[in-house]
């Protein structure tokens, strides 16, 4: 690994990462100490610890906390936390960082409190990560990156990056791709921005994207364009929910009419989800709204005949979302849609819209629905 860097070089998060593990690490000591039992306490990670409260605009975690002591039965897994959290901050003050599958292999060197498998590894992060959450940390400040990018952005975007070998500020032009387009890296915290764009429209399909992207939608609707290839992916989320923040631009979803794209898609994207809330604060993307595929769309455009029949997990999907999602629950909107589509029993996808035209979506659909924003679902 690279050189150690001194305190005064480390970036605001990274010194409240290495405080952070400090302070963990004093806590432990002082109760070995005091002839005390060392304790961590975790948040609980589940949808019954959260709550969604409209004014925050995503899922909040609840008290609910899990112990975990220091006893005979728990010094292996106490040891690995405690190892872990080490090995992070050795990444931090190295300025290096490490993918899930590589933290999982540089512990077969700890002996005994090696990980069997990875994921006994992976639920030992996501511990650490639900721990640190609650002073304001992520994965990626601890220096865990995810193996999977994010999607694909197109459009009137500049985004600055850096040379991690010079610390050079690289631009990025985002209409320079041709018929390709820039890919998000795993880590964003550094990204800077700059656009005159409107709004961020977020993409459900690769299909889809690449569509309007050729086409160069963004260029005659002034828009950033993102790919989100089913549920997004963490960089993919925070992604946009940096540069909406950062520009003060609305965020609107085109995804499938379906109970998936709706339940796990864009409620995902936009307030998280019951076992990743100690994340929401992160990864959510408050400001966004449904532009569609809506029930509604299917009457509106006359799809009737291109959509397919609701299979049965579809069905349970649905009624799941409406008996026990603290966001569907809180938005009469979507109660009525997701009704609305249960009476109908049939979902739609975006490239139905392709029955009147492989550009319909283009010259007809999207500019229709962007003129009624204030329409869209919450």
């Known amino acids: 690994m690279a050189q150690k860097r001194k305190s005064n070089a480390l970036s605001k998060f990274d010194q409240t990462t290495v405080k952070s593990i400090d302070d963990t690490a004093k806590r432990v000591f002082d109760d070995i100490q005091n002839q005390a039992k060392p304790e961590l306490k975790f948040p609980l990670r ?20 899990k112990a975990r002591t220091l006893t005979v039965n728990t010094v292996k897994s106490f040891a690995q936390t405690l190892k872990l959290m080490a090995f992070s901050k050795e990444m931090v003050l ?3 960082f490490a993918t899930k599958r590589e933290a999982y292999y540089v512990s077969k060197n700890w002996g005994e409190a090696k990980f069997a498998e990875q994921p006994e590894s992976d639920a030992c992060m996501d511990d650490i990560e639900a721990l640190f959450s609650l002073d304001g940390l992520n994965r990626e400040h601890l220096r865990f990156f995810p193996e999977e990018r994010g999607g694909a952005v197109g459009g009137e975007l500049v985004v600055i990056d850096r040379d991690q070998e010079t610390g050079e500020e690289i631009r990025i032009d985002c209409t320079r791709f041709a018929t390709g387009a ?31 992207n050729n086409h160069k939608f963004w260029r005659t609707h002034n828009c950033v364009l993102i790919e989100m290839s089913g549920v997004p992916t963490r960089a993919t989320r925070r992604f946009i929910r940096k540069l909406a923040d950062d520009r003060k631009i609305p965020v609107y979803a085109f995804v499938d009419c379906d109970p998936y794209g709706m339940s796990n898609i864009y409620r995902t994207l936009k ?37 397919h029949k609701l299979a049965e997990v579809d069905v349970k999907r649905a009624k799941d979302a409406l008996k026990n999602d603290p966001f569907f629950q809180a938005h009469k909107p979507w109660q009525k849609a997701i009704e609305q589509m249960l009476k109908m029993g049939v979902r739609a996808e975006q490239q139905a819209l392709a029955k009147w035209g492989l550009n319909f ?3 007809d659909y999207l500019p229709r629905k962007l003129k009624e924003a204030s329409k869209f679902l919450p």
């Open 271 to 307: 307030v998280g989800s019951g076992n990743a809330a100690h994340l929401n604060q992160f990864f959510c993307v408050p400001q966004a709204s449904f532009l569609g595929v809506t029930p509604q769309d299917i009457i509106d455009f006359e799809l009737q005949d291109a959509t």
């Open 94 to 96: 190295e300025d290096d």
């Open 46 to 65: 589940a949808l019954s610890n959260v709550s969604y409260d409209r004014r925050i605009g995503h899922f909040k975690l609840g008290r609910g906390r």
């Open 361 to 363: 979506v283009i010259d």
């Open 182 to 212: 820039y890919s998000i890296p795993a880590s964003v915290e550094h990204l800077r921005f700059e656009t005159k764009a409107k709004f961020i429209l977020a993409i459900e399909t690769g299909g889809m994207f690449q569509r309007l």
